[in-house]
């Protein structure tokens, strides 16, 4: 119990690099759950338990890692949506209690607010293929070469190109 008061709060960014034709019943379902339902879905978690049990179970179809407050601005900025495909603005900012994306993004990467739990908000962001290709192939892990499972800090320089 007290292993997990110690432990702090972090931000993951979760982008889903491949696809669930022939994948186990399980993972196409917690996929689903992280609402990731296309190739290149990415989202803002916490790393509680339960989101990391769900990331184990989806490890071979998305990459995870701890965003800098830079990348999370950069895919509020250009990829960031309100229900209707509507742009984040200024005046949506206002109406959630923030004055400018910067703010937002230090409440997202320090959990003071949960990006799905903002109102009117598409809890996902679709973004590009990377530019310039994946460097690995997506079926194998990211310590063997590849691109799935976590890479930590690394998930920043594939996030910039994807945004």
Same mark, same amino acid.
């Given at each position: 119990?007290?292993?997990?008061?110690?432990?702090?709060?972090?931000?993951?960014?979760?982008?889903?690099?491949?696809?669930?034709?022939?994948?186990?019943?399980?993972?196409?379902?917690?996929? #689903?759950? &992280?609402?990731?339902?296309?190739? @290149?879905?990415? /989202?803002?978690?916490? +790393?509680? !338990?339960?989101?990391?049990?769900?990331?184990?179970?989806?490890?071979?179809?998305?990459?995870?890692?701890?965003?800098?407050?830079?990348?999370?601005?950069?895919?509020?900025?250009?990829?960031?949506?309100?229900?209707?495909?509507?742009?984040?603005?200024?005046?949506?900012?206002?109406?959630?209690?923030?004055?400018?994306? #910067?703010? &937002?993004?230090?409440?997202?990467? @320090?959990?003071? /607010?949960?990006?799905? +739990?903002? !109102?009117?908000?598409?809890?996902?962001?679709?973004?590009?293929?990377?530019?310039?290709?994946?460097?690995?192939?997506?079926?194998?892990?990211?310590?063997?070469?590849?691109?799935?499972?976590?890479?930590?800090?690394?998930?920043?320089?594939?996030?910039?190109?994807?945004?």
């Amino acid at each position: 119990m007290s292993q997990q008061k110690t432990e702090e709060c972090k931000c993951l960014v979760v982008v889903r690099v491949r696809g669930t034709i022939s994948a186990l019943r399980e993972a196409r379902e917690t996929l #689903d759950l &992280l609402r990731l339902t296309h190739t @290149n879905h990415a /989202i803002l978690i916490d +790393n509680r !338990p339960a989101y990391k049990g769900m990331l184990q179970r989806v490890n071979n179809y998305v990459t995870w890692g701890e965003p800098t407050k830079e990348t999370v601005i950069a895919m509020l900025q250009k990829r960031g949506r309100q229900l209707g495909r509507k742009m984040l603005n200024d005046e949506y900012l206002q109406k959630t209690g923030y004055t400018s994306i #910067d703010e &937002l993004a230090e409440a997202i990467i @320090n959990c003071k /607010i949960a990006y799905k +739990n903002l !109102p009117d908000i598409e809890p996902r962001f679709k973004l590009h293929p990377p530019s310039k290709g994946y460097h690995g192939k997506t079926k194998k892990s990211y310590k063997a070469g590849g691109e799935a499972g976590y890479r930590g800090e690394a998930i920043n320089e594939l996030v910039k190109r994807m945004v």
